[in-house]
């Protein structure tokens, strides 16, 4: 039987951390000064709309990495795929779970024409982002980028059972045997992926770069706008990384709610571009966020789903044998 009582306690820490956030908004807002921000989205006008649908882009992108990430005979359709990213991205959103929400309701989402094996190992794929870390300077920006390009590369070629071997440090005896066993199973699916499906890795990974790119492009268009100038490339990179690091590390704060307009108007105060205009990018990129997690919720309600029967269902959170 499905255990559903995390949900209560998931649901208070998503209600604490939502109000806090929206606190720190109204705070942030109100110390930057509402008519600036006014301004500022006036400067960007219909280019909120460019902006959203760039975003549907990205969205598309990953959708496109996901169908070709299913191994035959099972097929997924561009339609589903879609669908599921929004949908899932849109419950990662909503959570104080990140992947741990947004991946078992892609698998769901897409479980009618795809068993959840194959739905979820593909899924695994790309649970966590290209993770850029902000350093002091693009160039060191990038160069993590590199590095951590490289260390994917030594861990397909080394093949490391880490997280099998750490549950079995962490989970000693016969009764974890089993589970452990599954997990290593589903490591060798994910390390044997690129010999399998070697053909189509240069998409895959194509459609995921041009995914992270259009976020660059995102960050750029809109400091032009807000700047009325053309921005510094390096800059838009630096903006775009450091917004994929407050992603990842405050995933816990439902909408990265707040965090996301001051932490942008941090760095953005630092780069000597003023917190007015960060305040301004964090908020743009808000309404872009809510947009889609909107159509990702009404995707879910039409499915049948909803974040109680996901995070319960036995058979979404079962390791794949």
Not at 52 to 58: A, F, M, P
Not at 107 to 133: K, N, S
Not at 189 to 216: C, D, K, N, W
Not at 260 to 278: D, N
């Amino acid at each position: 039987m499905a255990d559903s009582r995390p949900g209560r306690p998931l649901t208070a820490v998503g209600a604490i951390t939502t109000v806090l956030g929206v606190l720190l908004l109204v705070w942030w807002i109100r110390r930057i000064g509402i008519d600036d921000i006014r301004a500022g989205f006036a400067q960007v006008g219909w280019g909120l709309v460019w902006i959203v649908l760039l975003g549907g882009v990205r969205f598309a992108l990953r959708a496109v990495a996901w169908m070709l990430s299913i191994e035959p005979p099972h097929r997924l359709r561009f339609r589903e795929a879609f669908g599921a990213v929004v949908a899932g991205d849109a419950l990662g959103n909503l959570l104080p779970l990140g992947p741990l929400a947004s991946e078992p309701a892609k698998a769901a989402f897409v479980r009618r024409g795809v068993p959840l094996g194959p739905a979820g190992m593909a899924a695994l794929l790309f649970v966590f982002d290209i993770p850029t870390e902000l350093r002091e300077i693009g160039e060191l920006a990038i160069a993590g980028v590199a590095v951590t390009f490289g260390l994917a590369v030594v861990l397909l070629w080394m093949r490391p059972a880490v997280v099998s071997r750490t549950l079995a440090a962490l989970l000693p005896g016969s009764a974890s045997e089993r589970r452990i066993a599954s997990v290593r199973a589903l490591e060798d699916q994910i390390y044997t992926f690129a010999s399998r499906r070697g053909t189509l890795m240069v998409p895959i990974v194509g459609a995921e770069l041009l995914f992270h790119a259009l976020g660059v492009l995102e960050a750029y268009i809109t400091l032009w706008w807000l700047l009325g100038a053309q921005p510094s490339l390096v800059i838009a990179f630096i903006v775009e990384a450091a917004g994929r690091l407050l992603t990842v590390v405050f995933k816990f704060v439902p909408l990265q709610m707040g965090v996301s307009e001051a932490g942008t108007a941090f760095l953005t105060g630092v780069l000597g571009l003023g917190t007015t205009l960060g305040t301004t990018l964090g908020l743009v990129r808000k309404v872009r966020m809510i947009c889609w997690t909107g159509i990702g919720t009404l995707l879910l309600v039409r499915r049948g789903l909803s974040a109680t029967s996901v995070l319960a269902d036995p058979q979404l959170n079962r390791t794949p044998e």
